[in-house]
């Protein structure tokens, strides 16, 4: 069976679309031979990616943004099948091509998809409700979290275009950033409980909670710059209680990885955490890999060495 890409149309504002003619013949020409298949919905992306690893796919090629990276990772993983993935990133905000190391420039993915070596790495599974109030559960290679990141997603996804922009990183970190400002202006912290691996359960105040598997999010912020796609533990990072003015003349450690040293700055390795709100009435809303899927109560959990993926050669 010839490799499969798996191409999300819509993502990065549909720029995908417009710009597929020129990246099938960067595909072809510098990778090979492939079968190409459309989503039309969310979702898409997972059955699509199940269907053709159980039907013997050895490698598939998720060709958009993170979002639709998440979906084809997750219909390997659903499928149970020993199916390499590939990514070609289009979309907003890229971070899983920088945590792997991949190229901006599609030629040059297409000759690291064809000369690439193989790595396992880990995954994360979140347990949580969704959006219909049923428990739900998907994997995720970069990261998820709750509080302002979820809310800048959140912002993202309805925010008006930046076409005018020159290029698709230049816009998904503009839309991150002005994104970022907005949800900052009306910053509150969220009260928690929370239990790590073994431990008691403890309540926590955060403005952001991430589990992170790889290093980005939000378009290019360094969430968990120490993370390790496969040393089997998340990184958890939280933002306690810190005041707005200071997260804005702050704002530039995220992207640095240097956050970590600010006193409302806590991180930890962990295999588990469980997380519910304080209040049960609350409503907070988790983000995985870019996407909204449900909320609180959730469950984090590392799967070491569940996926294995093409890298760039080191």
Partial sequence: MLP????????AAGSTREKWSGVA?????HFGAFTVVFTKAAGDAIELGEKYANAGAEFIIACGGDGTINEVANGILRSGKDCELGVFPSGTGGDFRRTIGLPSIPREIARSLREGETRTIDVGRASFVGHDGKPKERYFINESSFGLAAAIIERVK???SLDWLPLDSVRGRASFALSTLQEVAGLDTTMV???IDDGDEAFLQTVNFSIANARYF??????APDAKLADGFLDVVNIGDINTAKIVLKAYTLYMGTHLD?????SKLVRRVTAAPMNERDEIHIEVDGELPGRLPATF???PGALRIRVPKR
Avoid at 4 to 11: A, C, D, F, H, R
Avoid at 262 to 266: A, F, G, R, S, Y
């Fill in 262 to 266: 600010l006193p409302e700055v806590k």
């Fill in 301 to 303: 959990e590392i799967v």
């Fill in 4 to 11: 499969i890409v798996i191409v999300n149309p819509k993502s």
């Fill in 218 to 223: 939000g378009g290019g912020m360094m969430i």
């Fill in 25 to 29: 013949s960067d595909l072809r020409a």
């Fill in 158 to 160: 309805g925010a008006t």
């Fill in 193 to 195: 409980r929370i239990k």
